[in-house]
């Protein structure tokens, strides 16, 4: 039996939680960045009664309308007062009324499609690597993987001065509009 120094067990568990934890920022920093999975993924699980339809939800709302709404004859007026052709192919009006609008096609997964309007990722992350029934299950391990549990911020980023139908933005009101909680387990 090897017997150590009394200061030397207290050094070995240092270098190990070392080595431990600069192996665990090594693999995070090779990990790709999670990919859009789009809003049917999300349905397998969040469009049951057991989990509260949230996609129901979705789809009702203003989110799940948004890029219809760049079809309609307000949209083309807007449009055209700010000269934009076509507001369902315009950058600037598809930042905020479809999902991960701008980025390379290799942000998302197959399957996703961007006509689905502002989905559930636009607010609560690339569900790559969170979306699964064993992380969701454990909110804070979805969350340790990405899942966003959004704020005023989150939402700022298009209800803002910037938006040419922005009429003031409260959080607290908006979130109401749009509520699509769980269903009590």
């Known amino acids: 039996m090897v017997r150590l120094k009394p200061f030397a067990a207290p050094i070995l568990i240092a270098i190990t939680a070392f080595a431990t934890m600069f192996a665990s920022l090594a693999a995070q920093e ?5 990919k859009y999975v789009g809003v049917a993924h999300c349905a397998q699980c969040h469009d049951s009664e057991g989990t509260g339809r949230q996609v129901q939800s979705w789809q009702k709302g203003p989110h799940g309308q948004a890029w219809k709404t760049l079809g309609t004859e307000e949209a083309a007026a807007i449009a055209k007062r700010l000269g934009v052709h076509d507001p369902q192919s315009a950058p600037e009006c598809l930042r905020c009324h479809t999902t991960g609008a701008g980025l390379p096609k290799g942000s998302f997964a197959k ?8 989905q559930c990722e636009s607010c609560h992350g690339p569900g790559e690597y969170y979306a699964k029934i064993e992380h969701m299950i454990m909110s804070s391990q979805a969350r340790d993987l990405g899942l966003i549990d959004p704020k005023t911020k989150v939402c700022k980023q298009c209800h803002n001065e910037n938006s040419p139908t922005y009429k003031g933005f409260d959080y607290r009101t908006a979130v109401k509009k749009i509520e699509h909680s769980l269903a009590p387990y």
């Not at 090779?30 to 999670?34: D, L, Q, V």
């Not at 399957?111 to 502002?118: P, T």
Request: proline share 23%; no cysteine.
């Open 111 to 118: 399957g996703f499609d961007h006509l689905d309007g502002v």
């Open 30 to 34: 090779t990990k790709p960045p999670p």
